[in-house]
């Protein structure tokens, strides 16, 4: 088992829509909680950055921390055409520098 | 302000054969980060270097990938050779490590496709 799990996907939402990306994970040392966008034939950007548990909002996009369930989300409000891209989730346990990646869910927006 | 530049973008080779792949990270940036990213999945560390220092090369499968960062600055990986298995997307990412968070910046990858 790995040990950050997420959906591949694809999801496939209308324009306009609320998304919710998941990854779950098993290694409880994680305290640092990523999530980048990476489209087609590019390399990944960041989106978020969460430590510990909690939200983190900034703009249409909402991140959210569970690590009593070992659960993180992306939430995506409005989503646009231009949102369509392959979300990765990350987690590190020092502050970033080494991230352990899920396999990332490929979004489709559809207009 | 200039990104992290990785060339070629795209290589195909026989397996058995060399390949090269470079990296130029952020100009300042201390850290940098080989990644290999097969398709369908996310990246998977190769080796970290700080400095000119490789601090985590455990992934590295050092039979046939070697990897050098001269100055400080630049980067070189490695493939020698080259297996089917080997097909991929490498990916360089550099950091500025100083305390508290630690962004990492991605280039746009090296497309490898060993025939």
């Known amino acids: 088992q790995k040990e950050v799990e997420q959906d591949p996907g694809p999801l496939s939402v209308p324009e306009g829509a609320i998304v919710s990306l998941n990854c779950t994970y098993s290694?409880?040392?994680?305290?640092?909680f990523m999530w980048y966008r990476q489209y087609s034939r590019k390399g990944p950007e960041l989106l978020m950055y969460?430590?510990?548990?909690g939200n983190k909002e900034d703009g249409r996009f909402t991140a959210q921390v569970d690590k009593s369930s070992k659960y993180i989300s992306l939430f995506i409000r409005d989503s646009q055409p231009s949102d369509s891209a392959t979300y990765l989730c990350?987690?590190?346990?020092?502050?970033?520098?080494?991230?352990?990646f899920g396999g990332g869910t490929r979004l489709m927006v559809k207009p | 302000e200039a990104g992290v530049v990785q060339s070629p973008r795209y290589k195909i080779i026989e397996k058995k054969q060399p390949v090269a792949f470079w990296c130029n990270p952020i100009?300042?940036?201390?850290?940098l980060y080989w990644y290999r990213q097969n398709l369908g999945q996310g990246p998977e560390l190769l080796i970290r270097?700080?400095?000119?220092?490789?601090?985590?090369d455990s992934q590295l499968p050092k039979d046939r990938f070697s990897a050098e960062r001269l100055k400080g600055v630049d980067s070189t990986l490695k493939i020698q050779p080259a297996e089917l298995g080997d097909s991929a997307v490498y990916l360089c990412?550099?950091?500025?490590?100083?305390?508290?968070?630690?962004?990492?910046?991605f280039g746009p990858g090296t497309r490898l496709t060993v025939l």
């Open positions: 990412a550099s950091s500025l490590i100083g305390g508290g968070a630690n962004e990492q910046f």
């Open positions: 290694n409880s040392a994680f305290q640092y």
């Open positions: 969460t430590y510990s548990s």
């Open positions: 990350a987690m590190s346990s020092d502050a970033g520098n080494m991230l352990t």
């Open positions: 100009s300042g940036h201390n850290t």
């Open positions: 270097y700080e400095n000119e220092e490789a601090v985590d």
